[in-house]
Structures are given as C-alpha cells and as structure tokens.
C-alpha cells in the first residue's frame, strides 16, 4: 500500500524556519518526481515545489524561491521542504505527493498544518 | 499561468441524480506531445485531495464508472452520474501541460 506521511508543521513566528519532511512506502520511492502543495481557504490549492528522481532538478513557485528548499533521499525514501524567512501568506497545510507525470498527483499524505503568526 | 475557472461554485444535488462541472482553461491544454494533462480531484471533508481523473477522461482505479470526464482543448466536463451521499465535497480541476495550476473548485452538496 502506498502511503505517504508529512511531519514538522507547527506555529512559527515571522521570519522564522521550519522543515518538513515527508517519509514514504509501498512504492519504489526513487523512481518517481516528488511535489509539495499546499492548500489555504482563501488561495485554495497552489503546488509549491517539486524535485525530479536523483534530486537534481528542482521548481519552485515564484513565490517562494531563495526561501524553501526541496530535497529527498533516496535511501530513506523520504523528501523534505526547508522553509525559512516564513511569511504570514505561507501559512497553509502542506500536503506531499507523488508525481507519476507532469503533476498528475495520484498518491497525497494527509498534509501537516503550517502557521506562520507572531 | 493558465487560469483554470470552474462552474458552478456551488451544486446542490439531489440523490440518484446527475451532476456536471465545467472547467475552462485560458488558454490549450494539449501539450507538444500530443497529450491533454488535465486531471479532476475529489476533496472530502477533512481529508487529502484524491485524484479522479487523469488526461481528461481516464478514470483511476477504485473510482467508480459514475465518474467521467470529458473535452478537450480549453473546455473539459467532469460527470457524477446517479450521485450518492459519499460523492459530497469539493472537486478540482487541475492542469499539468504548463505550470501546474488548479480551478478553484465546486461544492457539491445533497440537497
């Protein structure tokens, strides 16, 4: 079964840093492009950042570029999202998921929640 | 980036009866090799995005045959046939032949 599990949300003040990681089975985990979306009630679904199968090539939305870093490891079949000079706007649940081809996300963990407030 | 716009925001449907959403994208979705990369999710309360649909008309395994999708180009239609209490939450369109970007969902509710 393939299952796909977020930790290291939390509360965090502006300006502040966060990482969260992203641990995976039930699938050959370095065969496939992994993303990061993150979900707010006023923007809805925005996809963040995504990294290719040997953690080479990387994207990011604008809106976070030289703030977040996406990386994985292959031998502990797990991705991770380095978030720092978090902002108010960044709060959101950040959700994981497999991207079997061009961002057709067919496996989500259940998403960790991130709040950025002083 | 594409701008995806759904239709209705809000459906009230009654039980055992059909339900269509629209999404319309600002510009072609088919991609240089061919393929249309427009998918449809399903959102439960409370719980992660579930993908539906795949390139338009593809449906997922598990999903049951009362979903379909259909259209191509910039016009695409997700169907619930013979809706059930279980298909309540919100839908999304979602497009993968540019930079990804999703429609901005419609509710589905029981009336």
């Known amino acids: 079964e393939v299952q796909l599990v977020e930790s290291g949300g939390g509360l965090v003040q502006p300006g502040g840093s966060l990482r969260l990681s992203c641990a995976t089975s039930g699938f050959s985990f370095s065969t496939y492009w992994m993303s990061w979306v993150r979900q707010t009630p006023g923007k809805g679904l925005e996809f963040v950042a995504n990294i290719d199968r040997d953690g080479n090539k990387k994207n990011y939305v604008d809106s976070v570029k030289g703030r977040f870093t996406i990386s994985r490891d292959n031998a502990k079949d797990s991705m991770y999202l380095q978030m720092s000079s978090l902002r108010t706007e960044d709060t959101a649940v950040y959700y994981c998921?497999?991207?079997?081809?061009?961002?057709?996300?067919?496996?989500w963990g259940q998403g960790t929640l991130v709040t950025v407030s002083s | 980036d594409v701008m995806l716009t759904q239709s209705p925001l809000s459906l009230p449907v009654t039980l055992g009866q059909s339900a269509s959403i629209s999404c319309r994208s600002s510009q072609s979705l088919v991609y240089s090799d061919g393929n249309t990369y427009l998918n449809w999710f399903q959102q439960r309360p409370g719980q992660p995005p579930r993908r539906l649909i795949y390139?338009?008309?593809n449906r997922d395994s598990g999903v049951p045959d009362r979903f379909s999708g259909s259209g191509s180009g910039t016009e695409f239609t997700l169907k619930i046939s013979r809706v059930e209490a279980e298909d309540v939450g919100v839908y999304f369109c979602m497009q993968g032949s540019y930079w990804p970007t999703f429609g901005g969902g419609t509710k589905v509710e029981i009336k």
């Open positions: 390139k338009v008309s």
């Open positions: 998921a497999r991207d079997p081809f061009f961002s057709a996300w067919d496996y």
